[in-house]
């Protein structure tokens, strides 16, 4: 082990870390920083409906009226506010140094931008109004003003009336009905600060309800630890390595406590806390018709699963035939390789056409028992309309050679020639970013991280004046991964896709808009 891990393994083990994991990481780092590049991969094409790998939600009348039944809204919420709040940064500085000219000169500069416009703590909104009276602040008022400013995310208002994030998930897990409940996974500490929110949410505008919620926190568990460019951790002034959240890939090791908390629920339906899409009609049809199509899908490979631990063929076949007549599109080109024939026929085009799984082994019976094995996941893409650039459904090299990989891929990874040449054109970028994912949960605790040895990034920031390192995984690329999953890309529509990643951008946004107007208006 590198000998500066070595000198402090007790006081990793003592905060929940694993040695032998951050060691890993370090010579990856390592590597890279040597190498003087990041990974990127080449995408040799993009997920379209023209090459039949984007696929269309059901119509209404191929719906199950059990439709939620069996998942968990898992939702992402251990964001910090720092990007979405930046627009307050002065403001803070002035608060944290007391200084009262500096607050009125904040509080009329966030006025002249139209601040009064963005969904703002009452205490914070009043004073924009009126900045005059921030001279009467004492100092406790500003350390509980500035604490106000650097909530987590999920617990900042989010429309004009105050009600946050958390609360209007909550609003929205409820219209659609039958969850067997909803999980968020929180910063670290701040359960019991979540648990407050929403139990006081349900006395004001929420009505009682028994949908049961809990709270995982990203914790050591699901951390890393920075590290200099010549590979030492970074230590903090009391000598403990600095930690930092591993990014949310390493969320998916949350998932088999989900189905613990949730022993009902075998999937899960995974959105951020940021991404609003409301209550409206259009939003929960488009709910019902994603939900249903992976209960759909999994259902359908669950008894392919059954009849081949049976080895009845002909029954998994069956199954097989019925999934490719229900999803394969007519635009689905034929297998690249040459697939066996006979009964198992239909298993392997399933394998190769619709899951486009990078068949990199001999054909047996065993390696079919473990393709069909894998998580079942179908990503809920967003039309790109708007020349948008992000992570985005593709096909790309595999890392280590052998057949094309189809993923979501993150931005980070791709170079700048691929950007240009299929990102920047929204006629071959025709979707990006997974507003919707529904997965079923492993069994293994470890599943994706023990997968995972390519798809991962180099984070690079300045912490404390200088420049650190740290490892990380982005979810969506273990999720959507054919190396990995049973996957499946959809459309899902725009009016699903509202990020708010500035308070820019919920101006003007109420709550009687989200809940009952109509959801188009805010795409």
């Known amino acids: 082990m590198n000998n500066t891990l070595t000198a402090i393994i007790d006081q990793l083990t003592r905060l929940g870390l694993a040695p032998d994991e951050l060691l890993a990481q370090e010579q990856l780092l390592s590597r890279a920083i040597s190498e003087q590049r990041k990974a990127s991969f080449k995408i040799i094409d993009t997920c379209r409906f023209d090459n039949g790998s984007m696929l269309a939600l059901p119509p209404a009348a191929d719906l199950k009226s059990d439709w939620a039944e069996g998942y968990i809204a898992f939702v992402l919420a251990a964001g910090a506010a720092s990007r979405y709040s930046q627009p307050l940064h002065h403001l803070s500085c002035a608060l944290e140094d007391k200084n009262h000219p500096d607050i009125v000169s904040s509080l009329e500069s966030l006025a002249h931008e139209g ?3 963005w969904p703002l703590p009452q205490q914070l909104a009043t004073l924009v109004s009126a900045p005059a009276k921030a001279n009467e602040l004492s100092a406790k008022d500003c350390e509980r003003l500035s604490e106000e400013i650097h909530l987590p995310k999920a617990l900042m208002p989010c429309v004009r009336e105050g009600t946050s994030f958390l609360e209007l998930k909550r609003l929205e897990h409820l219209k659609l009905r039958g969850l067997t409940g909803e999980l968020f996974v929180t910063p670290p500490g701040k359960t019991a600060a979540f648990s407050s929110a929403l139990a006081a949410a349900n006395t004001q505008q929420l009505k009682p309800s028994t949908l049961e919620s809990h709270f995982l926190e990203q914790g050591p568990a699901l951390s890393t630890i920075r590290f200099h460019r010549d590979g030492r951790p970074v230590l903090e002034p009391n000598g403990e390595p600095s930690m930092v959240p591993a990014g949310h890939g390493a969320i998916a090791k949350l998932f088999p406590t989900a189905r613990q908390l949730f022993p009902k629920s075998d999937a899960l339906f995974i959105r951020n806390i940021d991404n609003i899409m409301g209550t409206g009609t259009a939003a929960i049809a488009a709910t019902r018709a994603f939900l249903s199509m992976h209960r759909q899908l999994l ?3 669950r008894a392919i699963r059954a009849a081949l631990a049976k080895q009845q063929i002909e029954v998994a076949a069956a199954s097989a035939e019925n999934i490719l007549r229900q999803f394969l599109p007519t635009s689905a080109p034929a297998s690249a390789i040459k697939l066996p024939s006979g009964p198992v ?5 399933l394998q190769a056409s619709l899951f486009h799984t990078p068949l990199n082994k001999p054909l047996t019976d065993a390696y079919l028992r473990e393709l069909f094995a894998r998580p079942v996941n179908l990503m809920g893409q967003v039309p790109n309309i708007h020349n948008d650039v992000g992570g985005t459904p593709c096909f790309i090299d595999a890392p280590n050679g052998g057949a094309p990989v189809k993923i979501s891929l993150e931005l980070p990874h791709v170079s700048g020639v691929d950007r240009k040449q299929f990102l920047e054109n929204p006629l071959i970028a025709t979707h990006f970013n997974p507003g919707f994912c529904a997965v079923e949960i492993p069994q293994d605790a ?9 798809f991962w990034l180099m984070a690079e920031k300045v912490y404390r004046g200088e420049q650190v390192v740290y490892y990380e995984t982005v979810l969506y690329e273990l999720l959507g991964n054919s190396s990995f999953a049973n996957t499946v890309f959809v459309e ?16 003007n946004q109420s709550l009687t808009g989200w809940l009952d107007a109509p959801s188009t208006s805010h795409s």
Do not use: E, I
């Not at 470890?446 to 390519?454: A, F, G, L, M, V």
């Not at 899902?492 to 308070?503: G, I, S, T, Y």
């Open 115 to 117: 601040a009064l416009t």
């Open 299 to 301: 259902t359908g490979v």
């Open 345 to 349: 026929a239909a298993l392997w085009r």
């Open 446 to 454: 470890d599943y994706y991280s023990k997968q995972n040895r390519d």
């Open 492 to 507: 899902v529509p725009r009016l699903v896709f509202n990020p708010h990643k500035a308070l820019r951008d919920a101006m």
